[in-house]
């Protein structure tokens, strides 16, 4: 990544080290290999925090070298820098916006424009802590999520050679400020990780503790050398045993971690002392010499930095166009050109760069192309440079999967509860508690025209819901803090007076069933005795959170309370309607081709869950709505609706303004007899659009 590619030949050729160079090759195969096969190295991601630790060291090294020799100027390092940088940032960027005007639907075209601007003003992570949310599309969707590690090392590179600077005129005053900032970045990592995991992940403040520790490194060893005039130590037993060490937490951490641990944490702990002990272990070991040092490893050190910028966005344009359909093949024949590609890339473009005579010119036009380069990405967010799917007819199938409608402007935060997910509209003697998670959510479009409609008797809504929070007592999960204490809030609403309804719909068949898409959500029941996780049914820990889930039913029925159990809705990623338009690298055109799925199959997918909720329902009196029943008709469940409006929003998830016009199911729910009719138009499949 930035400054860690061929960082380690910018200082004077007797500073080199092979093994640094073998070990960014460690860092960037762990990296690509986990976004390939995650299931091979499931912990490939601290290949990032290897980066990060060599990035410092180096970094460091540099800049305390040149302080020391009182030859550090501000000017010659940013130049430095852009040099290394920018080259290979520029071709990928560009190119991606190429490939995106070329195969992307309008929405997605603007994301990646905001996202080339990021990335050219080195803002990546933090757009994408902005952007982190429950309906945030997926990883693999985002072709320039990967540059959040760029940014945060170009904002290191803006605070640490002051620092450095400033503080160099004492002996040990740059140790001592980088020992600081390391302290206070580890400890604030730790402090919020628990609570605020996506903060943690992406903000420079709680990541500069991994840079500082190379940097901590790069003084103690400029300091013997300088003391002792000589190399840092020889190769020795104990020198052959850091390096042992090293590796093996480096190999732990890539294979014991995995996308469901909170993280960076505690555990980043152990991959950025993996590198510090590799690194300080120097390049006579054994390990280093012959294992890091050698020909291979190097090559790929060499060509890390464009092999990581272009691994990704190969990968995430196959996910694109494949939706969810990507062969091996293909993962592996991008793999096989991000090499390429990255190999063109320093041997056309970096290197010739790096070895030219050093000017101003070359500084400042690179930096100009990047800048505008950064104004193009501005422009496509605006959509102002439009797609060529703009030419096709796609207007429906975007606003159907981007719509939300959840809360919407007349929804307000209930009186006397803390929390932002206690909602309300309406008024009126009865109240209707809708409970759940985004599947509960879903259903507000069309409540709230009932509410518009209603002329005598006006209802009461309020909401306890949060997007994946299931509404099952006892069940947790960590990457989600809002969840907690949403079960005893909605009990606390549910227990009012004016309440006499509750409808309770959540993600079942995800939850229990883990029919959802992939995601790093570990759903557990949580108690004194028992951890499990809930995605095998009939496992210990669901037969107990579907009997709390019982009790709870059971106390607002015996509370005198009318509670309407909602089945799962029709689920499967075949349901998005972008699964509606074929789009393949061969045949661009985005035509439509609407899937025959038969309802036998979709309620066999979800018939165990059904069956668990059918018996609570029976045990509590509570009252059963099967969405499958409404929206599937002759066996089939259509995508489409008569109107040719998409029904979905994505694979579990019903389209907002499809819920508004046809979704009449729970208008019971809200005892209003005097209800304006609204047309609504039976779902069915156009088969004049089947191809």
Partial sequence: ???????????????????????????????????????????????????????????????????????????????????????????????????????????????????????????????????????????????????????????FYLVWPLLLVFTSKVRRGPLLIMGLIAAASFLLNLAWIADHGVRVFYLPITRFWELAAGGMLAHVHLSLEADRNRAVRPASPLQAAKSALGFALLLISAFAFSRQDLYPGWRAALPVLGTVLLIDAGADTPLNRRVLGNRAMVFVGVISYPLYLWHWPLLSFEHIIARDEVTHAAIWGAVAAAFILAWATYRFIERPIRHSPPNRRTPLLLAGTLASLGLVGLLDFRLLLPPRSNSFDVRNIVQASTAIAFPGPRLHQVPGERSDNAREQGSGPHAVLFMGDSQIEQYYPRMDWVLSQQRER??????????????????????????????????????????????????????????????????????????????????????????????????????????????????????????????????????????????????????????????????????????????????????????????????????????????????????????????????????????
């Avoid at 160079?21 to 290949?47: C, K, M, N, Q």
């Avoid at 916006?97 to 803002?123: Q, R, T, V």
């Avoid at 719909?505 to 004194?528: E, T």
């Avoid at 349901?575 to 066999?604: C, H, W, Y």
């Fill in 458 to 691: 006006p209802a009461h809504i309020l909401y306890s819901s949060q997007g994946g929070c299931p509404p099952v007592p006892g069940v947790h999960e960590d990457h989600l803090p809002k969840c907690e204490g949403l079960i005893e809030q909605g009990m606390r609403i549910a227990a009012r007076a004016d309440v006499d309804t509750i409808v309770i719909a959540a993600d079942w068949a995800g939850y229990f069933l883990n029919l959802r898409p992939p995601d790093n959500l570990d759903y557990y029941y949580r108690d004194a005795t028992l951890r499990g996780s809930l995605g095998d049914l009939e496992s210990p820990a669901s037969n107990l959170a579907l009997a709390r889930f019982q009790d709870m039913i059971g106390a607002m029925t015996g509370a005198g309370k009318q509670v309407y159990l909602v089945l799962p809705s029709p689920t499967g990623r075949e349901f998005g309607p972008r699964k509606i338009v074929q789009r393949s690298f061969s045949d661009m055109s985005f035509k439509l081709r609407l899937p025959v799925i038969s309802a036998t199959n979709i309620e066999s997918r979800v018939a165990p869950i059904v069956q668990a909720l059918k018996r609570i329902a029976a045990r509590t009196n509570a009252t059963l709505i099967d969405p499958i029943e409404h929206l599937c008709n002759h066996d089939i469940c259509p995508v489409l609706a008569a109107d040719g409006e998409p029904m979905y929003k994505d694979a579990s998830h019903l389209s907002p303004l499809f819920v508004r016009r046809n979704v009449r199911y729970l208008d019971q729910v809200l005892k209003s007899t005097s209800v304006a009719p609204m047309t609504e138009t039976t779902p069915h499949v156009h088969a004049t659009l089947l191809q």
């Fill in 1 to 155: 990544m930035s400054g860690t590619a061929q960082a380690s030949h910018s200082s004077t050729q007797n500073d080199y080290r092979r093994d640094i160079d073998g070990l960014r090759a460690f860092a960037i195969l762990s990296v690509l290999l986990y976004h390939a096969e995650p299931t091979w190295v499931p912990g490939g991601f601290v290949g990032v925090d290897v980066f990060f630790v060599i990035s410092g060291y180096l970094i460091s090294r540099i800049i305390l070298g040149r302080l020391n020799a009182g030859t550090f100027t501000f000017t010659d390092f940013y130049a430095r820098r852009i040099r290394r940088i920018f080259p290979a940032l520029t071709v990928v960027l560009s190119a991606t916006f190429g490939i995106g005007w070329y195969c992307l639907f309008p929405d997605e075209y603007s994301m990646l424009g905001k996202h080339i601007a990021g990335g050219a003003g080195f803002l990546s992570n933090l757009i994408l802590w902005k952007e982190a949310g429950y309906f945030d599309p997926a990883a693999e969707f985002k072709p320039l999520l990967h540059l959040w590690s760029l940014g945060i090392e170009e904002q």
